[in-house]
């Protein structure tokens, strides 16, 4: 199960993985200081974009139903001119916004402070189709982050982020013994090419 929590802002490409393959089997409220320090990267050179907002959904929101869903409106998600729509082969239950509850550093876990909701993706089992979701954005925006956790050893395929700007793009996250917290991002400015959508796919073992 994968979790996440973005941030994005209205080209050479700068990515943010976090160095050192994140912060291996670190626990909800755990410090997180590799994924943390990915994430000031991003946010520094985001900010130099320009005028634009930084936005940040954290799946807090007074409006976004907890539970399976096969879709996500901006105003549900309380960020206006961003949409969730489902990816691959996801059905609708497949994608969830639930509680940190007892999940483990393995099953993932919410890490927005004093928060406790966070999307979640049940990844597929061998041979079924690609799972996962698409951030549709009504302006396109120049970057994208966010934190990932439970992109452990136990995921049977590979957790695939990718855009196209101009350039179709596509990154794999790293996989943490344990599980754990990672911070991945990107912008794309130079070029002054902009992303409508993002996918985040959770990929089948033999797909």
């Not at 936005?55 to 549900?76: R, V």
């Not at 007892?102 to 079924?128: K, Q």
């Not at 990154?171 to 090419?193: I, N, P």
Request: net charge negative; proline share 6%.
């Amino acid at each position: 199960m994968i979790w996440l929590c973005p941030v994005f802002a209205k080209g050479a490409l700068l990515t943010f993985p976090s160095p050192l393959a994140g912060d291996p089997g670190a626990e909800e409220g755990d410090p997180r200081p590799v994924s943390d320090a990915a994430a000031a990267a991003f946010d520094s050179a985001a900010s130099l974009l320009g005028s634009q907002v930084l936005n940040t959904l954290d799946f807090e929101h007074d409006s976004i139903p907890e539970g399976s869903f096969s879709s996500l409106s901006s105003d549900q998600l309380g960020v206006a001119g961003i949409s969730i729509l489902p990816a691959g082969g996801s059905d609708g239950d497949d994608t969830s916004i639930r509680g940190s509850g007892s999940y483990s550093p393995t099953d993932g876990y919410n890490t927005t402070l004093a928060g406790d909701l966070m999307l979640t993706i049940e990844e597929a089992g061998p041979g079924e189709p690609d799972v996962g979701v698409t951030f549709e954005f009504a302006t396109p925006v120049m970057a994208f982050g966010a934190y990932f956790s439970g992109v452990d050893t136990g995921v049977f395929g590979e957790v695939e982020v990718s855009f196209d700007g101009g350039i179709p793009r596509a990154f794999t996250l790293d996989v943490l013994s344990g599980g754990g917290v990672q911070f991945w991002g990107f912008t794309e400015d130079s070029y002054g090419l902009a992303v409508s959508e993002i996918t985040i796919l959770v990929k089948s073992e033999f797909n």
